[in-house]
C-alpha cells in the first residue's frame, strides 16, 4: 500500500510551503508546559501547536529536551519517579492530562518508536507486531491477519519478513528492527506517532530507509520527530521545532527556519557556531 | 577558523631521553599484570583441586561401604547400626521430598514478592525491604531451627495440622498420628530459609530487565500487569528458574534446622505429618558416634550420595531449563489460516 503510494519527487517544502503551521489545524495544542525531574526542570513553558498529518521535526543539542518533551505527549513521565508535568495538552481538543484521562487508552492512540530499537526478544515477528492489537484485547483472527499486514506494509517491511513471519523479530538486522517497531506501533492505527531519534542507531541505508518511511507516513500520520541529525529534519519534517535549554525558540516550516531563521540563536545552532 | 597546521617538523622531533626511557623500558605494569595472571590461574586450579580433593576424600572413605553393600545402599530402607545395616532411601526419599516441597512453597512466593516490589510497590519501598529480605537471608540455619522447635512445631501440632487432617485427611498425605515434628515441618523451616535468597536472587534478575523493554510495552498501552506478562516475565524466565535452582541447591544440603524439627526417623511414611530423616540430618547425628568402621564408611557414602544428588538435580534443572524456553510467553498466535491465505 504505502510502498505504492510513496512519491519520492515530493519534496518538504512543497508540503509545508506557505503554511503557517499554527494556524492549521492541529494534533496537539501544547500550552505551557513545563516538566521536573525532582527540583531541575527539563521544559520551561512549552508552547506548540503539532499540525495534523505532517512530520514536525524537534531539533536541538543534546540534552535541550526533545525527548522530555515527547515523554509528555503520552504521559509516559509517570513512571519516572520525581517527574512532574504542568501545563496543558490536548489531542485534538481533549485534555490528555485530565484527571478522567486513561494513559493507557493515551497511549493506544499516541505510539511511539524509540532511540534504540526494542522488539520483545522472546516474541516472533508477528507476535511484536500484533501485541498491541492484543494488549487493546482484539481476538479477530481476520482482524489480526489484515493489520499484521498493513503495518508491516506502512512499515515498508512486509516483503523481507512475509515468508519467516514467525522468526523471532531479533533476528532480523538494526533498521528491520527499527521499522518491525515502527510497525508494531502502527498496528494499534494511532493517531500520532512520536518518534525519539529513531534513526540514531542506524547505518546511513537503514537511516535513508526509514526517512522515506517517515516522509511516506507523515501523509497520513501526525509525526513528532525529535532528532538531533539537522540535515534528518530538513530531509523529513515540514515544519520544524528548535529547542534550547528547554525552551522553545524557533517553530516554522522547515524551509523557512533552515534558510532564514527570525532568531540569532537558530541560525547559530544550524551554522554550528555554537558553546 | 579551523587554523590549526601541522607542524611540518613534526615526524623529525626526536624523542626526549625520557620519554624513551618511558616507552622502552617494561614497567611496574607489565610485571604485576604478569603475576596477577598467575595468581588468578592458581587460584582458579585451586577451586578444581579442592573439589576434586573433597570427591577423593569422600570416596576413599565409603569405599568400604561402596565395595560391601553396592547399590542395596541406595535402594535398602532399612537403616539400623546396631545391628550393621545401611540402607540409605529413607534419607534420600526425606531429603527430596522435604526440599520439592520447600522449593515449592517458597519459589512462587518468592517471584511473587519480588514481582510486587519491582512492579507495583513504590521505588523508594525497594531498597528498605530489599535489605530486610538480605538480613533474613543472613540468619543462621540454628536461630531457624530454635525458633521452629518452640513456636512453629507446637503451632502445627495443636492447629495447622489438625486443620489439614479435618478437610484434606482423605488424601494419604495427611494421615496417622500427629506428633509436630514431621517431614512437612522440615519442609516448612527449610521453605522459610530459601524464601530470602530467593527473593533477593528474583529481584535483582527483575532490576535487570531493560528499560527500553519495559518502555515498548508501555507505549503500546500496557497495564502494570501486562507490562510484566509481555516484557519483564520472559525477558528473565530462565534466570528466574535459576534462581529457584540455587534455592533447591541450598535446600537439598541445608542441615542443622531440618535435624531439629524433621524427627529423625529412618523410615519411609506416605504421610507428611510422620517424621522422617534426610541425608544431611543423618550425618550431623551420627558422625559423633559412629564407632564402628562400616558405620563411618556408610556415613562416608552418605556425603557422598548427598553431593552426588545436589549435582544431578542442578543439572536436571539447567537441562529443563533450555528445553522450555518459552515457558512464561505468551501462547503464540495459531496461524494455520495465514499460512493458507498467504
Same mark, same amino acid.
Given at each position: 500500500?504505502?510502498?505504492?503510494?510513496?512519491?519520492?519527487?515530493?519534496?518538504?517544502?512543497?508540503?509545508?510551503?506557505?503554511?503557517?503551521?499554527?494556524?492549521?489545524?492541529?494534533?496537539?495544542?501544547?500550552?505551557?508546559?513545563?516538566?521536573?525531574?525532582?527540583?531541575?526542570?527539563?521544559?520551561?513553558?512549552?508552547?506548540?501547536?503539532?499540525?495534523?498529518?505532517?512530520?514536525?521535526?524537534?531539533?536541538?543539542?543534546?540534552?535541550c529536551g526533545k525527548s522530555t518533551f515527547l515523554r509528555a505527549l503520552n504521559r509516559m513521565h509517570e513512571f519516572i519517579p520525581g517527574a512532574r508535568v504542568q501545563g496543558r495538552i490536548r489531542l485534538f481538543g481533549e485534555d490528555i492530562y485530565e484527571a478522567s484521562g486513561d494513559?493507557?487508552?493515551?497511549?493506544?492512540?499516541?505510539?511511539?518508536?524509540?532511540?534504540?530499537?526494542?522488539?520483545?526478544?522472546?516474541?516472533?515477528?508477528?507476535?511484536?507486531? *500484533?501485541?498491541?492489537? =492484543?494488549?487493546?484485547?482484539? +481476538?479477530?483472527?481476520? @482482524? %489480526?491477519?489484515?493489520?499484521?499486514?498493513? /503495518? #508491516?506494509?506502512?512499515?515498508?517491511?512486509?516483503?523481507?519478513?512475509?515468508?519467516?513471519?514467525?522468526?523471532?523479530?531479533?533476528?532480523?538486522?538494526?533498521?528491520?528492527?527499527?521499522? *518491525?517497531?515502527?510497525? =508494531?506501533?502502527?498496528?494499534? +492505527?494511532?493517531?500520532? @506517532? %512520536?518518534?525519539?531519534?529513531?534513526?540514531? /542507531? #542506524?547505518?546511513?541505508?537503514?537511516?535513508?530507509?526509514?526517512?522515506?518511511?517517515?516522509?511516506?507516513?507523515?501523509?497520513?500520520?501526525?509525526?513528532?520527530?525529535?532528532?538531533?541529525? *539537522?540535515?534528518?529534519?530538513?530531509?523529513?519534517?515540514?515544519?520544524?521545532?528548535?529547542? %534550547?535549554?528547554?525552551?522553545?525558540?524557533?517553530?516554522?516550516?522547515?524551509?523557512?527556519?533552515?534558510?532564514?531563521?527570525?532568531?540569532?540563536?537558530?541560525?547559530?545552532?544550524?551554522?554550528?557556531?555554537?558553546? | 577558523?579551523?587554523?590549526?597546521?601541522?607542524?611540518?617538523?613534526?615526524?623529525?622531533?626526536?624523542?626526549?631521553?625520557?620519554?624513551?626511557?618511558?616507552?622502552?623500558?617494561?614497567?611496574?605494569?607489565?610485571?604485576?599484570?604478569?603475576?596477577?595472571?598467575?595468581?588468578?590461574?592458581?587460584?582458579?586450579?585451586?577451586?578444581?583441586?579442592?573439589?576434586?580433593?573433597?570427591?577423593?576424600?569422600?570416596?576413599?572413605?565409603?569405599?568400604?561401604?561402596?565395595?560391601?553393600?553396592?547399590?542395596?545402599?541406595?535402594?535398602?530402607?532399612?537403616?539400623?547400626?546396631?545391628?550393621?545395616?545401611?540402607?540409605?532411601?529413607?534419607?534420600?526419599?526425606?531429603?527430596?521430598?522435604?526440599?520439592?516441597?520447600?522449593?515449592?512453597?517458597?519459589?512462587?512466593?518468592?517471584?511473587?514478592?519480588?514481582?510486587?516490589?519491582?512492579?507495583?510497590?513504590?521505588?523508594?519501598?525497594?531498597?528498605?525491604?530489599?535489605?530486610?529480605?538480605?538480613?533474613?537471608?543472613?540468619?543462621?540455619?540454628?536461630?531457624?531451627?530454635?525458633?521452629?522447635?518452640?513456636?512453629?512445631?507446637?503451632?502445627?501440632?495443636?492447629?495447622?495440622?489438625?486443620?489439614?487432617?479435618?478437610?484434606?485427611?482423605?488424601?494419604?498425605?495427611?494421615?496417622?498420628?500427629?506428633?509436630?515434628?514431621?517431614?512437612?515441618?522440615?519442609?516448612?523451616?527449610?521453605?522459610?530459609?530459601?524464601?530470602?535468597?530467593?527473593?533477593?536472587?528474583?529481584?535483582?534478575?527483575?532490576?535487570?530487565?531493560?528499560?527500553?523493554?519495559?518502555?515498548?510495552?508501555?507505549?503500546?498501552?500496557?497495564?502494570?500487569?501486562?507490562?510484566?506478562?509481555?516484557?519483564?516475565?520472559?525477558?528473565?524466565?530462565?534466570?528466574?528458574?535459576?534462581?529457584?535452582?540455587?534455592?533447591?541447591?541450598?535446600?537439598?544440603?541445608?542441615?542443622?534446622?531440618?535435624?531439629?524439627?524433621?524427627?529423625?526417623?529412618?523410615?519411609?511414611?506416605?504421610?507428611?505429618?510422620?517424621?522422617?530423616?534426610?541425608?544431611?540430618?543423618?550425618?550431623?547425628?551420627?558422625?559423633?558416634?559412629?564407632?564402628?568402621?562400616?558405620?563411618?564408611?556408610?556415613?562416608?557414602?552418605?556425603?557422598?550420595?548427598?553431593?552426588?544428588?545436589?549435582?544431578?538435580?542442578?543439572?536436571?534443572?539447567?537441562?529443563?531449563?533450555?528445553?522450555?524456553?518459552?515457558?512464561?510467553?505468551?501462547?503464540?498466535?495459531?496461524?494455520?489460516?495465514?499460512?493458507?491465505?498467504?
Open positions: 500500500m504505502s510502498e505504492s503510494a510513496s512519491d519520492p519527487k515530493r519534496t518538504v517544502s512543497s508540503s509545508a510551503e506557505g503554511a503557517d503551521p499554527q494556524r492549521r489545524s492541529s494534533a496537539f495544542q501544547i500550552e505551557d508546559l513545563h516538566v521536573w525531574f525532582g527540583n531541575r526542570a527539563a521544559l520551561h513553558g512549552i508552547s506548540l501547536n503539532i499540525p495534523v498529518h505532517q512530520v514536525t521535526g524537534i531539533i536541538g543539542p543534546s540534552g494513559p493507557i487508552l493515551l497511549r493506544r492512540r499516541v505510539g511511539m518508536v524509540f532511540q534504540k530499537s526494542n522488539p520483545f526478544p522472546t516474541m516472533s515477528i508477528q507476535e511484536n507486531v *500484533l501485541i498491541g492489537l =492484543r494488549l487493546a484485547g482484539t +481476538r479477530n483472527r481476520d @482482524l %489480526l491477519e489484515e493489520r499484521l499486514e498493513e /503495518a #508491516l506494509r506502512m512499515a515498508a517491511l512486509w516483503s523481507e519478513v512475509k515468508d519467516r513471519l514467525h522468526a523471532p523479530g531479533i533476528e532480523l538486522s538494526g533498521g528491520q528492527q527499527q521499522r *518491525l517497531c515502527i510497525a =508494531r506501533a502502527l498496528a494499534v +492505527r494511532p493517531e500520532v @506517532l %512520536l518518534m525519539d531519534e529513531p534513526c540514531s /542507531a #542506524l547505518d546511513p541505508i537503514a537511516t535513508a530507509q526509514i526517512e522515506s518511511l517517515i516522509r511516506d507516513l507523515g501523509q497520513r500520520y501526525s509525526i513528532v520527530l525529535a532528532t538531533h541529525n *539537522l540535515q534528518e529534519a530538513g530531509r523529513t519534517a515540514d515544519c520544524t521545532a528548535f529547542f %534550547l535549554e528547554g525552551r522553545l525558540i524557533e517553530f516554522g516550516s522547515t524551509k523557512k527556519l533552515f534558510t532564514n531563521p527570525s532568531q540569532k540563536q537558530t541560525e547559530d545552532y544550524l551554522t554550528g557556531r555554537f558553546t | 577558523m579551523n587554523d590549526f597546521q601541522p607542524d611540518p617538523s613534526w615526524e623529525a622531533l626526536p624523542l626526549a631521553a625520557e620519554t624513551r626511557s618511558l616507552t622502552h623500558s617494561v614497567g611496574i605494569g607489565r610485571i604485576l599484570d604478569q603475576g596477577f595472571g598467575f595468581l588468578a590461574v592458581g587460584a582458579g586450579i585451586s577451586v578444581l583441586a579442592l573439589a576434586a580433593l573433597l570427591g577423593w576424600e569422600l570416596y576413599q572413605g565409603a569405599e568400604e561401604a561402596i565395595r560391601r553393600y553396592g547399590m542395596g545402599f541406595l535402594v535398602s530402607s532399612h537403616w539400623d547400626p546396631v545391628a550393621g545395616r545401611f540402607g540409605a532411601l529413607p534419607f534420600l526419599y526425606g531429603t527430596f521430598v522435604s526440599s520439592a516441597i520447600a522449593l515449592l512453597l517458597a519459589f512462587p512466593l518468592s517471584v511473587a514478592t519480588a514481582l510486587s516490589l519491582t512492579e507495583f510497590a513504590p521505588v523508594r519501598l525497594r531498597r528498605p525491604v530489599l535489605a530486610l529480605v538480605d538480613l533474613m537471608a543472613a540468619v543462621p540455619s540454628v536461630v531457624w531451627g530454635l525458633w521452629a522447635m518452640f513456636e512453629m512445631v507446637p503451632w502445627l501440632r495443636q492447629t495447622a495440622f489438625p486443620f489439614l487432617q479435618r478437610f484434606f485427611g482423605w488424601l494419604p498425605f495427611f494421615q496417622g498420628s500427629i506428633y509436630g515434628v514431621s517431614l512437612l515441618a522440615g519442609a516448612l523451616v527449610i521453605a522459610m530459609m530459601i524464601t530470602p535468597i530467593v527473593t533477593s536472587l528474583a529481584i535483582e534478575i527483575l532490576q535487570s530487565v531493560p528499560l527500553t523493554l519495559r518502555e515498548a510495552a508501555w507505549a503500546l498501552g500496557a497495564t502494570r500487569w501486562e507490562v510484566m506478562r509481555v516484557a519483564v516475565l520472559p525477558y528473565v524466565r530462565s534466570s528466574l528458574v535459576g534462581a529457584g535452582v540455587l534455592g533447591l541447591g541450598r535446600a537439598l544440603g541445608e542441615t542443622m534446622a531440618v535435624t531439629m524439627v524433621i524427627g529423625n526417623r529412618p523410615e519411609i511414611f506416605l504421610s507428611l505429618f510422620a517424621p522422617g530423616y534426610t541425608l544431611a540430618s543423618v550425618l550431623v547425628n551420627e558422625f559423633a558416634e559412629a564407632t564402628s568402621e562400616e558405620h563411618l564408611s556408610a556415613l562416608f557414602e552418605i556425603g557422598l550420595t548427598l553431593v552426588a544428588v545436589t549435582f544431578v538435580v542442578n543439572s536436571l534443572a539447567r537441562l529443563l531449563i533450555r528445553s522450555v524456553p518459552f515457558f512464561f510467553a505468551p501462547r503464540p498466535l495459531r496461524t494455520e489460516s495465514m499460512e493458507t491465505s498467504g
